[in-house]
């Protein structure tokens, strides 16, 4: 059983586009997160979701927007790829906001040629 | 803003032998978790350390944070090469965003 599973795990797109990608957790989790690794492995946090609500909503552009269905789900959906999006996007999810270890997904890598 | 450093940023090694990771902060962690990543591959998690003077490990890596829960080491002992990879330390801050430090990126020669 997969507790953090995003999808698709690779993405290739044309600048311009609009890409969504997915996030689900089973792990019963109140809080979720988009992580973007970029090319020198440095994790940067993007949101944070707590129950369906925005919590963390770091200096992104607005063309990031994440939206929450529900408490097990949170997606990722960017408007106007450009070249610089290209990252590899880590969904995770915690217990309780800021008490206990995260599980992350396996990552999705945006390519946007 | 607090940041997490790690050090070295890159470690070669020979097989066998023990290695150490440096996470240092210049504040007060609230939590401080230890990542590895496979190249190409997610995040798994290793473990997680609150207590000041706390000490876990998992088969052969060893992890400990300082009891002023400003610095932690990650042990590696006997090194394998299913030990390469990237390690990440990761931290609550105060306002319970979690930050990354850089990665240390670990070669084991054969």
């Known amino acids: 059983d997969t507790a953090v599973s995003q999808t698709p795990k690779y993405l290739v797109t044309q600048m311009g586009n609009d890409k969504s990608i997915k996030c689900e957790q089973n792990l019963g989790h109140d809080t979720m997160y988009w992580y973007k690794q970029d090319s020198k492995k440095f994790l940067k946090i993007m949101f944070s979701y707590n129950n369906k609500e925005l919590i963390i909503n770091e200096t992104v552009p607005n063309r990031f927007s994440p939206k929450s269905p529900d408490k097990a789900h949170l997606n990722l959906h960017i408007n106007s790829l450009e070249l610089g999006d290209s990252a590899v996007y880590f969904c995770?999810?915690?217990?309780?906001?800021?008490?206990?270890?995260?599980?992350f997904g396996q990552g999705t890598r945006l390519t946007v040629v | 803003s607090q940041e997490l450093e790690q050090s070295p940023q890159s470690l070669i090694v020979q097989e066998g032998k023990n290695l150490t990771i440096n996470c240092t902060s210049s504040?007060?962690?609230?939590?401080l978790y230890w990542y590895k990543q496979k190249y190409g591959e997610g995040l798994i998690f290793l473990m997680m350390l609150q207590k000041g003077g706390e000490e876990k490990s998992h088969e052969k890596i060893t992890a400990k944070l300082d009891e002023k829960k400003q610095q932690s080491s990650l042990h590696i002992t006997a090194s394998q090469p299913s030990h390469a990879g990237i390690y990440l330390c990761?931290?609550?801050?105060?306002?319970?965003?979690?930050?990354f430090g850089k990665g240390t990126r670990l070669h084991i020669l054969p």
């Open positions: 995770a999810s915690s217990q309780l906001q800021g008490s206990t270890e995260a599980f």
């Open positions: 990761g931290a609550h801050r105060r306002d319970d965003k979690i930050i």
């Open positions: 504040k007060t962690l609230y939590g």
